[in-house]
């Protein structure tokens, strides 16, 4: 974990890295808001190399996806379909307290529970004290792989959402608001 009370040097290491997984997804080049309000938790392999990145943000509430109807087909098939539509979202706002801004793992090494080690690291140290449930968090505009990650982790496609609106994804649709 690395905050602002850390030293400055990790504190640039941290910039670099969010401005790497920034481009991996789409993002354009934006500066983190408050960096005094974010924590940052990185995934190092063995072999010394960053192989994922976790970003949080406090936040006081988030929207439940809509689950919409799979179509019948094979596991394949179903990836695909979930991987092309765009999901909608609840307006109703719900309490949350925790926004996961980004979730990114080195593409060599997904598949392999390191983005669930890191949202289990992120619940038991965001708040100083407390483990967070999985209904606490919610996932800012996901990501086709970041919906399905988040589907399996929540344990439902009706996870908590936030921060669409003002998305600079430039792969995506806009989400439909119901
Ligand atoms: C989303 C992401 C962080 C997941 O990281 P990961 O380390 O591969 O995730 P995990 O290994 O912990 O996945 C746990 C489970 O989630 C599901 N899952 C994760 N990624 C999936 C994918 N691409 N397709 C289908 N299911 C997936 C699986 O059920 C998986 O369990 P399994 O491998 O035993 O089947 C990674 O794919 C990534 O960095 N993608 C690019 C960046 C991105 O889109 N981030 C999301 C922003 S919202």
Same mark, same amino acid.
């Given at each position: 974990?690395?905050? &602002?009370?850390?030293?400055?040097? =990790?504190? @640039?290491?941290?910039?670099?890295?969010?401005?790497?997984?920034?481009?991996?997804?789409?993002?354009? *080049?934006?500066?983190?808001?408050?960096? %005094?309000?974010?924590?940052?938790?990185?995934?190092?392999?063995?072999?010394?190399? &960053?192989?994922?990145? +976790?970003?949080?943000?406090?936040?006081?509430?988030? /929207? #439940?996806?809509? $689950?919409?109807?799979?179509?019948?087909?094979?596991?394949?098939?179903?990836?695909?379909? $979930?991987?092309?539509?765009? =999901?909608?979202? %609840?307006?109703?706002?719900?309490?949350?307290?925790?926004?996961? @801004?980004?979730?990114?793992?080195? %593409?060599?090494?997904?598949?392999?529970?390191?983005?669930?080690?890191?949202?289990?690291?992120? #619940?038991?140290?965001?708040?100083?004290? @407390?483990?967070?449930?999985?209904? $606490?968090?919610?996932?800012?505009?996901?990501?086709?792989?970041?919906?399905?990650?988040?589907?399996? /982790?929540?344990?439902?496609? *009706?996870? +908590?959402? /936030?921060?669409? &609106? @003002?998305?600079?994804?430039?792969?995506? *649709? %806009?989400?439909? +608001?119901?």
């Amino acid at each position: 974990t690395v905050t &602002v009370r850390d030293k400055k040097h =990790w504190l @640039s290491v941290v910039e670099e890295i969010r401005e790497m997984v920034d481009n991996d997804l789409g993002f354009q *080049q934006v500066e983190t808001k408050c960096p %005094s309000q974010t924590k940052t938790f990185l995934f190092i392999s063995n072999d010394k190399k &960053v192989a994922g990145c +976790l970003i949080a943000e406090h936040i006081q509430e988030g /929207y #439940r996806v809509i $689950e919409e109807a799979v179509p019948e087909g094979s596991e394949g098939e179903k990836v695909m379909f $979930e991987r092309q539509r765009a =999901w909608c979202c %609840s307006t109703n706002p719900e309490p949350a307290l925790c926004g996961i @801004s980004r979730i990114w793992v080195f %593409s060599m090494m997904r598949r392999r529970g390191i983005a669930s080690r890191m949202i289990e690291c992120l #619940r038991n140290n965001f708040i100083y004290g @407390s483990y967070l449930s999985k209904e $606490e968090i919610a996932f800012s505009d996901p990501t086709p792989d970041g919906k399905l990650f988040a589907t399996h /982790y929540c344990g439902t496609s *009706q996870f +908590l959402v /936030y921060n669409f &609106v @003002s998305g600079t994804r430039s792969d995506q *649709q %806009s989400p439909n +608001l119901v």
